[in-house]
């Protein structure tokens, strides 16, 4: 994400300053010519659009559309970003050149530009063989879960995926991964994004990528990786036998990403039939043609195809991953004939207590409870701690994003700790800890091995959900966004909730809904903890409020680090018990029409809400 450009004779000055360095600095022909062109139009407004600010490298790394300028992704920003970033490895790792670095890439392409996540991946490897660092560059697309999987199986010193995961068709991202095979967290993020600054001038060898094919410091990891990575999988499969005589059918779709060879491999891992592939959609293309967004996560549009696939195969239940495989949303067949796209924090509870079942099942002795963890982010619903406690596990929290679950999981791991399970309600599964980031392939398979061992008991998923829920308690969730494109409006709209009265204070009530605790993670204030400080990290440079309410509702309002939305969670969880879901429901559409209506004011704020 660019900052928002400045106006001015002073900016004036800076832009013609770029756009010089620009011309001097950039060889692809396509992007040079485009801003040639800008110039001779004396085209200011996409001049600014496109050189007014560079892309932020922040803990998500990049990502931005492709196209010409340093706000966008492009052969040069690339280069400059990789040479940052290789500057900064260097100062932090004296064994660099011996341990080396992994590329992967997904299948994203913009030919008006001549940019591809592939042509990046070769760039910055160039950029780090020139400076006689050894780089695992995959010869072809990898889910972006293969990335962290190769730093911590080989123990690398850096991960780098080119991928703009399930962003609109334009865009494309650079996701960087830590020597312990998480993503990155601060401070990194600022130390790499200074050295950037420092280096953006191109080495003399940057745009030579035909240099690395000769090279021995180019490694080629994916048949190994490709065959560790399955073997690694194999044990977190129970049920081979169930797997072998199952009648359960699956269809999967890639939406026309990465994912198709994967997770067909991974059902023959589990010994499982392979599903039925939705044939407009198995192949990767740039274009994504079949859908508005590439996202699993916006529901039975993107499924349309997989659902009448799944109706013509007599297939009941549906996985869909994102175009980069590293997220996973699970559908199945219901008896009256219509499809149920279960939520992300729905299939985490299933996951979770699929994972925690199939544990206990081979580990008896009850003391190795109290080493055993499981993960969600702070926004995801409290279902696994409702597990715990009754179990007797622990359960930890986290900020948002699996960069914070992946670290965490890490230093549980290091200290002799079993983690079982890690999720986020943005369909994000992390089941097997040889991957600290979500995995999207291993996810399938496991949802399949579940699904398969449901139906030898005559249980569907959704069976099997509200035996949880009856078990743990329900726990009913709500989450949805609003799109705003004018970072001073969603700044407003946070400092109006914390001085809701006129007098620097957060409201008391959100309509009729009496508020208990209020957590600013933005601020840093907690009022339910005895000195006023929130315990998870803060961030000032993204809006993040918690609102618990005397009725068990809990709602998070928070910004988004990759995309123009205005984020809301909200969640009722009842004690253990045959409550009843429908008035939970009930209850928690009322609190979330009065968020919308009184902390959102969509109307006063100009707030285009999702779907339109």
């Known amino acids: 994400m660019a900052a928002p450009e400045s106006r001015g004779p002073g900016a004036d000055a800076r ?36 050189f007014g600010a560079r892309m932020q490298f922040g803990t998500a790394g990049l990502r931005a559309p492709m196209g010409p300028g340093i706000s966008c992704m492009n052969d040069l920003t690339i280069i400059q970003t990789t040479q940052g970033f290789c500057r900064y490895l260097e100062k932090q790792f004296s064994d660099l050149k011996q341990k080396g670095i992994v590329i992967s890439f ?31 560059l995959f010869s072809d697309i990898t889910p972006t879960p293969f990335v962290p999987f190769t730093v911590s199986h080989l123990k690398l010193r850096a991960g780098i995926m080119i991928t703009a995961s399930h962003n609109p068709k334009q865009d494309n991202g650079y996701k960087v991964y830590w020597d312990n095979g998480a993503q990155i967290i601060s401070p990194h993020d600022k130390g790499i994004s200074q050295a950037i600054e420092e280096n953006l001038e191109p ?26 990575y399955f073997e690694d ?41 392979p599903p039925e592939a939705v044939p407009e959609q198995k192949d990767p293309d740039p274009e994504f043609p079949t859908v508005k967004y590439p996202n699993p996560e916006e529901g039975k549009g993107v499924l349309t195809l997989s659902f009448a696939l799944a109706d013509k195969t007599k297939a009941r239940i549906v996985l869909a991953n994102d175009p980069d495989a590293d997220r996973l949303a699970v559908a199945e067949k ?31 002795d009850r003391s190795a ?84 061992f449901l139906a030898t008991k005559n249980l569907s998923l959704s069976q099997q959900l509200k035996a949880i829920y009856v078990e743990y308690g329900y726990h009913i969730t709500k989450a949805s966004y609003f799109i705003c ?36 993670l933005t601020t840093g204030y907690d009022d339910s903890q005895p000195d006023k400080k929130a315990i998870l990290p803060t961030s000032k440079s993204s809006q993040m409020i918690t609102f618990s309410f005397v009725s068990g509702g809990v709602a998070t309002m928070r910004t988004s680090g990759t995309e123009p939305k ?19 429901k009930k209850e928690l559409n009322e609190l979330v029409s009065a968020i919308e209506e009184h902390f959102f004011q969509p109307q006063k704020y100009n707030l285009q809400p999702k779907g339109d």
């Not at 490897?125 to 006689?132: L, P």
């Not at 699956?250 to 491999?265: A, I, K, L």
């Not at 309600?425 to 040889?434: N, S």
């Open 233 to 273: 999988l194999k044990k977190y499969c129970f049920h081979r036998s169930v797997n072998r005589e199952t009648k359960v059918k699956f269809v999967h779709t890639s939406v026309h990403g990465v994912g198709h060879n994967f997770v067909q491999s991974a059902f023959k891992a589990f010994d499982l039939v």
């Open 566 to 584: 205005i984020k809301y969670y909200a969640e009722l969880c009842a004690p253990p018990g045959n409550s009843d879901p429908e008035q939970l």
């Open 106 to 136: 997904d299948a994203r392409a913009h030919p008006s530009s001549g940019g591809s996540s592939r042509r990046f991946a070769r760039l910055a490897a160039t950029t780090f063989i020139s400076q006689g660092i050894p780089v695992y």
């Open 369 to 452: 409870l109290k080493d055993t963890y499981m993960l969600s982010s702070t926004v995801s619903s409290k279902i696994l701690r409702a597990i715990a406690l009754k179990e007797g596990f622990h359960f930890e929290e986290t900020l948002t994003g699996f960069k914070w679950m992946g670290n965490r999981a890490k230093q549980l791991i290091d200290q002799g700790k079993t983690v079982l399970f890690a999720f986020e309600e943005a369909i994000g599964y992390m089941c097997c800890p040889f991957v600290l980031d979500k995995d999207g392939v291993s996810a399938a398979v496991i949802s399949a091995e579940l699904a398969s």
């Open 203 to 228: 080495w003399p060898q940057a745009w030579d990528d035909s240099l690395i094919d000769s090279s021995p410091l180019l490694h080629n990891p994916s048949a190994s990786i490709n065959n560790d």
């Open 15 to 50: 832009l013609d300053q770029e756009t010089a360095r620009w011309l001097r600095w950039d060889k692809n022909s396509l992007t040079l010519e485009a801003v040639k062109r800008l110039i001779a139009e004396d085209n200011k407004e996409e001049l600014r659009k496109c």
């Open 334 to 364: 219901q008896d009256s004939g219509e499809w149920r796209v279960f939520s992300g924090n729905e299939l985490g509870a299933l996951l979770g207590w699929w994972l925690f079942t199939s544990w206990k099942e081979k580990n008896r």
């Open 485 to 520: 494109h004018d970072q001073d409006t969603i700044k407003k709209l946070f400092e109006n909730l914390r001085n809701y009265d006129g007098k620097h204070n957060y409201p008391k009530a959100c309509g009729k809904f009496e508020i208990s605790a209020i957590r600013d």
